[in-house]
């Protein structure tokens, strides 16, 4: 079992449309990284949320952290096909030097 | 602009084989992880090294060892490999200093067992 879960696991939309994936924990982390992954490359880093119930945004992507946080949400407002790929949360333990991966969204965004 | 670099990218193994997986980094940064990741399971840490002559289990690290050689270098080593163990081994290094840090990822070794 994983200490992140995250849901969905699959999701498959149509260009323009809005979705939510969602990152949780029966744990507390001291900050929650989000990372988008592309076939055949290592994760990529999209954004870093540290205060309980912290809300960043970046351009069509809305990232949340849960106010007890141990949870998280990434929000995408009218999807494009070039933000297909697989989506990651990470959580770090109080010392930062410890991460702590979800199973992955794997998002397909059809044109 | 070299960042993290694996080698090799790819290797095919008989159970019971041994290897090492290389990892370096030319970006000065304090701790290096090894990950794996398999189909639904994201990436689980194997080892990590918070500084230059340390290092640490995480979650899965039975069947492996690591060398951290020097800051630059952090190397991955299957003593005796085994079907379980084919997966994607993914290198990544990160400067600790700041909280917010992001870790940066090689592009990752394919290593199937047989």
């Known amino acids: 079992t994983q200490l992140l879960e995250q849901s969905p696991q699959f999701l498959s939309i149509q260009e323009g449309e809005n979705l939510t994936v969602y990152c949780n924990s029966s744990s507390v982390f001291s900050s929650l990284q989000w990372y988008r992954q592309e076939p055949g490359e290592g994760p990529v880093l999209l954004v870093t949320v540290v205060t309980g119930g912290e809300v960043k945004k970046l351009k069509r992507l809305t990232f949340q952290f849960g106010d007890a946080r141990k949870d998280s949400s990434l929000h995408i407002t009218a999807a494009q096909p070039g933000d297909t790929g697989l989506y990651l949360c990470?959580?770090?333990?109080?010392?930062?030097?410890?991460?702590?991966f979800g199973s992955g969204t794997k998002l397909n965004v059809k044109p | 602009n070299a960042g993290v670099t694996q080698t090799p990218k790819f290797q095919v193994l008989k159970t019971g084989q041994s290897m090492t997986l290389q990892c370096a980094q030319d970006m000065n940064h304090n701790s290096m992880y090894w990950y794996r990741q398999d189909p639904g399971m994201g990436l689980r840490l194997i080892y990590y090294?918070?500084?230059?002559?340390?290092?640490d289990k995480g979650e899965v690290p039975n069947g492996y060892n690591v060398s951290r050689l020097n800051k630059r270098e952090f190397s991955l080593r299957l003593e005796s490999a085994a079907p379980s163990q084919t997966s994607v081994y993914f290198c990544a290094s990160r400067d600790r200093q700041a909280f917010n840090q992001p870790q940066h990822f090689g592009d990752g070794t394919r290593l199937s067992i047989l």
């Open positions: 990470a959580g770090a333990e109080s010392n930062f030097n410890k991460f702590y």
């Open positions: 090294s918070a500084s230059e002559g340390t290092t």
